[in-house]
């Protein structure tokens, strides 16, 4: 098998670094695999240490068909570093596996992506294909399709790359435009549209809701695992998911069947998700409403005892 090659984007967290890597080292087609690692400068001085420990980590790294590492010099930022790093792999390779430092794969996670990235590869409605999926309770087909495109653990062709737009005023206004708010929001269970209008106001430097809504407005699909290749480790200290409330996934133990489906989003799946993000919105509503009613009986100051109030 041709291999995709990996690129993985690091920063200032070494300990998370090196499981990211150490478990893709474990893959069955790692030593087939190129891995070229895209290292972000130190954004403030305080945090070149770390950085210069990542670096040191990722040269440390084997296993792989061959290792290029790329350190930038200033701080791009996490957009621009994934965006201009899968750019340069799509166009001298036609396809690329994309891996952040805080994804942690399963032994199965290349072959399930070099498969799918192989059957779909003339697919124009196939945007990418992801390796997360979320601990529903459903059980899942093996595969499935939604519309739009995600973003941990995920891989691309340059064909569909194209698609993918920077601008995220004019997609929020095309989906203003098109009517496809509520949808794309999965009828308001996911505040997707939130996100992007913060991106557009400077309040975050997502690319990810670029990329998703790019495709969405394109109606192209992202293939899913029915059981996840992908955990995700970064939320203890996240660019955009910090202290999040999020259920872990278990690594799927076998792998990832890739055949032949139709390309249509899967409703089913999609239904299925949607009940997910409203439980797991309520779940965080909840937490959110103990928490204030904790910090309010703590401030609130107690009672006077009537035994000890004086006459008079």
């Known amino acids: 098998m041709n291999c995709a090659p990996i690129a993985l984007f690091v920063y200032n967290r070494p300990e998370h670094a090196r499981l990211t890597l150490e478990a893709l080292a474990r893959n069955s087609l790692a030593d087939r695999s190129d891995l070229f690692i895209f290292s972000d400068g130190a954004r403030t001085a305080d945090q070149a240490d770390m950085v210069a420990q990542v670096r040191q980590t990722v040269r440390e790294v084997s296993g792989f068909k061959s290792v290029n590492l790329t350190c930038r010099e200033g701080n791009l930022g996490l957009a621009r570093s994934i965006t201009s790093g899968v750019t340069q792999l799509c166009q001298t390779h036609g396809r690329v596996i994309v891996v952040e430092d805080d994804h942690v794969t399963s032994p ?29 309770k459903q059980a899942l087909p093996e595969t499935f399709f939604l519309r739009g495109a995600d973003c941990w653990g995920w891989g691309t062709w340059q064909r569909a790359w194209r698609t993918y737009n920077a601008d995220g ?8 435009r098109l009517g496809h708010t509520r949808e ?21 430097d997502s690319w990810a809701i670029r990329w998703h809504a790019s495709a969405f407005l394109a109606n192209q699909l992202t293939l899913y695992p029915g059981r996840s290749l992908i955990r995700n480790i970064g939320f203890d200290a996240g660019t955009h998911y910090r202290n999040s ?58 009672a006077p005892n009537p035994e000890r109030v004086k006459e008079t």
């Open 169 to 176: 005023a004019h997609l929020l206004a095309e989906l203003d």
């Open 184 to 204: 794309f929001d999965y009828n308001g269970a996911r505040s997707f549209t939130a996100m992007l209008r913060q991106q557009v106001e400077g309040k975050n």
């Open 108 to 136: 199965h996670f290349l072959s399930y992506m070099n498969d799918a990235l192989t059957l779909y590869m003339h697919e124009d409605r196939v945007a990418s294909v992801h390796g997360y999926v979320f601990p529903l």
């Open 245 to 302: 409330h999020f259920p872990e996934s278990v690594l799927s133990l076998g792998p990832i069947r890739v055949q032949p489906i139709e390309c249509r989003e899967n409703l089913e799946c999609r239904n299925a998700i949607e009940s997910f993000y409203r439980r797991e919105r309520r779940l965080s509503l909840k937490k959110i409403l103990v928490k204030t009613l904790s910090v309010f009986h703590r401030a609130k100051p107690p």
